[in-house]
């Protein structure tokens, strides 16, 4: 049987759509537009202290480790078996708990095309939602090939064009001197008291520009990985911060912060413009494109992760049942088990009163483990880059940049504890009960199994 992954699919250019794809997500913009326009200054703030670290680390530590894995093999050069099994399950522990919030903001948005009323049916969300990822669990399976075209296809009509046709309707908007929904001034740039009661959502806007590093678990695949990665690195995350920067201001020109939902939002924006301008049968167009857009960044996770699990599985000897792999050999077995416990894990729709706190709470909790995962990461890259021949600018770097962003995850992990305004009164004791617990829970048991390993190994 000929080995497919020998074959070196990826390219340049495809990583660069995987990186778009994964990252820049449509489904984040309605939550940085909480903050109004002083979400430039946060996403300023989140870029030079997050971003920039992630985008420089990443491509040092892809173009000097190239293997299939990417973070997890990185964490376990530099800590040992253990720590890269935590590193595994934060990561799987953040993304099976964000599924549900992406394939949320896309069934609402399939909602508005087929029947508005079902926007807020949590029947309608869970049904709808297994059944995506269901499909795209069976596509995955047929190779790495087959989800280089979703990302690719996905990053332009479903993430990029509806991007760029907001800005320009807000461009449009303010030409023809309709005011903007948003009032606009340059204090408005600095944060305000209601920017501070939100802060919450800081930990959300740095969760929007992660990710990045998810390409380097298909280093295996890659042509010319020393080149390539630090080049798509690079593009992708200046296609990345100015798109989403530009989009979530265009979001608040053309409606106000307070009038945006954090599931609907986007849909509902489409809907007032083409509404205004007697074409309403467009915005349908638009939403077709953002459900493309939103199934093809679930694709790049869903693989990137399951190919990351299966890497982290097969070092630990786990049943070969689980390891084994299809004849394109993608880890289908994992797959189809990271579907069931996706499944179980949507249910959690069930136990809030309304989509939208259901829907934040859920993002809130992915904020938080996958800015703890990031903890370890830059730990780590720290300690893997000061081994490596450096100038003195790089060695100041490597100190520097992991530190800066190490601090800024901190940050974002204590604010997500912070209830935002739109949960109400009543639920913050449940809000705070569900978010203290499922943290504590999330990371006794990976401690838990690390000193199990510890043990038998002493003995």
């Not at 939602?129 to 795209?136: D, E, V």
């Not at 003195?392 to 530190?403: A, C, D, M, R, S």
Request: aromatic share 14%; with cysteine; hydrophobic share 55%.
């Amino acid at each position: 049987m000929q080995n497919t992954l020998n074959k070196k699919p990826l390219g340049l250019f495809a990583l660069i759509m995987i990186a778009v794809v994964s990252v820049d997500s449509l489904r984040n913009l309605p939550i940085s537009a909480q903050y109004g326009f002083s979400l430039v200054t946060f996403y300023l703030i989140a870029g030079l202290t997050f971003f920039l670290p992630l985008t420089w680390v990443a491509g040092k530590l892809s173009a000097n480790y190239p293997s299939t894995g990417g973070s997890y093999v990185w964490i376990e050069k530099a800590f040992g078996p253990a720590f890269g099994h935590l590193s595994i399950w934060l990561q799987w522990v953040y993304n099976i708990i964000w599924y549900p919030t992406i394939f949320a903001f896309i069934n609402a948005t399939l909602a508005a095309v087929i029947a508005p009323d079902l926007e807020t049916d949590k029947w309608f969300i869970l049904i709808a939602s297994l059944g995506f990822f269901w499909l795209l669990t069976i596509i995955h399976c047929f190779g790495l090939k087959a989800v280089s075209w979703i990302s690719t296809f996905g990053a332009i009509v479903g993430t990029l064009i509806p991007m760029l046709l907001m800005t320009l309707f807000a461009g449009y908007w303010l030409l023809l001197g309709n005011p903007s929904a948003t009032p606009f001034s340059w204090q408005a740039l600095l944060p305000d008291a209601h920017s501070l009661k939100n802060l919450a959502f800081f930990s959300n806007i740095l969760f929007s520009i992660l990710g990045l590093e998810i390409i380097c678990m298909h280093a295996g695949n890659v042509i010319n990985p020393k080149k390539t990665y630090p080049r798509a690195l690079t593009l992708s995350a200046i296609i990345i911060l100015f798109s989403i920067i530009v989009a979530s201001v265009a979001l608040c020109v053309l409606l106000p912060a307070n009038e945006i939902g954090l599931i609907n939002g986007l849909t509902k924006v489409f809907d007032t413009f083409f509404q205004a301008y007697h074409i309403p049968f467009s915005a349908k167009v638009v939403d077709v494109c953002i459900i493309i857009g939103g199934l093809a960044i679930a694709s790049s996770w869903m693989i990137g992760l399951a190919r990351g699990l299966h890497v982290a599985l097969t070092s630990i000897n786990a049943p070969a049942w689980l390891l084994k792999c299809n004849r394109r050999e993608m880890p289908a077995r994992v797959l189809l088990t990271q579907a069931i416990v996706y499944s179980i894990i949507l249910c959690a729709f069930l136990l809030f009163p309304n989509i939208n706190s259901s829907y934040w709470v859920l993002s809130a909790l992915t904020s938080q483990f996958a800015l703890l995962y990031y903890v370890l990461l830059f730990i780590a890259a720290n300690k893997l880059l000061r081994q490596l021949p450096q100038n003195t600018f790089g060695k100041i770097l490597t100190v520097l940049f992991p530190l800066i962003a190490c601090s800024i995850c901190v940050c974002g992990i204590i604010a997500g504890f912070l209830s935002p305004e739109q949960i109400p009164a009543d639920g913050v004791i449940k809000y705070e009960t569900i978010m203290i617990g499922s943290f504590c829970l999330m990371i006794f048991l990976p401690i838990l199994l690390i000193n199990n390993k510890r043990r038998k190994s002493k003995q």
